[in-house]
């Protein structure tokens, strides 16, 4: 059997966790190419400097995944016409297009998402509708072959979703025991639902400040794709 | 309140999420070197290209959490005397000394588990007697400053802790929300008690192929650690 063919969107400000998941998950058995326009490194949005192995241009045409992550650069990222470009590109061909936290936004703004269901982190999820998407509170969403995945953490449970939908349950199942991943989190905040109301109210305060030009991002790409020049 | 600096080991064929999970948990509230022998991009065990911030010799002398992650390069950087000596250096004075995976072979031949409990990916436990320390398999494990954690994903459990340790658990729970830390893994594999006796035998195997070189690594650095060399 041949391996899996899998593009990873990088771009400036990207949350690595988003990525590094399922790159984990995923790297014993797929060949991973890590995108961006050039082949500078793309510094994280926790300033980490990762070394893209693709462009645009010389990433494979057809690929099984196609994935985006997300993070604090999300706006800019949706504001980058030769980003959502490639998306919709290889997104048009891929077996299934894939994303975690905020990548559905990305997802969303190449018009991939239209009339899908969809996940996104918790702090975003009034993003999807505009998009065309409808949003859903799951961890992991698999609507046809759009499989996308809530916040940051989230990517190691749709990793596995995605290596057991490819690969089968065992293979799945063994990675899961490579990664040692039994988890048990010290704390019960990871849900909005589940945090002290202080906690809530400081990371949304702290996200806050950044949905305005989210939401301006979003609305311009919609028009750029309406218009079919995306 | 001045913000803690952690000094991060990388080496050549590392598995980046045992490096990168507590990366991402730190990220926003610590100062974080990345430290390998030069600055030349490191290669992890997944084929990622990440870049180092400081060198042995640039990295601050005194910093608050020296940290070591595991991966398949275990072997070689047991092998190589500057690592072990850089972990020696930095871990006498460092506030927290800590790992995830079988980083804590890494600290065992640097001498720094002498007499202490530790945590190591679950495959490899039979290691740290050798190196003179107590196997726990407790998924995080404090003792006195020595804080480590099991495999790969652990990480994450591992990095919330520290956290807690040094900025308070209100802190820890606010940015487990930010990461969306609700985990739910869609298999139940993720431990040597749990998967089934195929998908663990599958794993035993192909981590068997290197245990007789790390092995003999381990005697060597204990030998070398005796010399007073290290």
């Known amino acids: 059997m041949t391996r899996p063919v899998v593009a990873m969107l ?4 990207f949350t690595h966790l988003d990525l590094i998941g399922p790159h984990c998950v995923w790297g014993q058995d ?16 926790s300033g980490m400097q990762i070394l893209p192995t693709a462009t645009f241009a010389t990433c494979p045409q057809q690929v ?7 993070g604090f650069g999300t706006t800019d990222a949706i504001a980058n016409p030769a980003a959502l470009g490639f998306l919709a590109d290889r997104g048009r061909t891929a077996r299934y297009v894939t994303s975690v936290c905020t ?15 969809a996940a ?22 698999i609507d046809r072959n759009r499989i996308t995945g ?3 953490t989230a990517g190691i449970d749709f990793g596995l979703t995605v290596l057991a939908e490819v690969l089968g349950q065992e ?3 063994a990675i899961q025991l490579m990664m040692e991943y ?19 109210g400081a990371i949304e305060s702290l996200l806050a400040e950044g949905k305005p030009d989210l939401h301006r991002a979003i609305e311009e790409a919609h028009t750029l794709l309406s218009s079919g020049k995306a």
């Open 10 to 13: 990088m771009f400036p400000n």
């Open 30 to 45: 797929m060949d991973i190419e890590l995108v961006w326009q050039d082949l500078a490194p793309v510094t994280t949005d």
């Open 64 to 70: 099984d995944i196609v994935f985006v992550p997300g």
């Open 103 to 117: 990548g559905s936004l990305l997802l969303g703004a190449a018009g991939l998402l239209q009339g899908y269901r």
């Open 120 to 141: 996104v982190h918790w702090a975003f999820r009034e993003f999807l509708k505009p998009l065309g998407a409808e949003c859903s509170t799951d961890r992991v969403v």
């Open 150 to 152: 809530g916040g940051v």
């Open 171 to 173: 293979r799945a199942e």
């Open 182 to 200: 039994d988890p048990a989190p010290p704390f019960d905040s990871g849900s909005p639902e589940k945090a002290s109301p202080a906690v809530v």
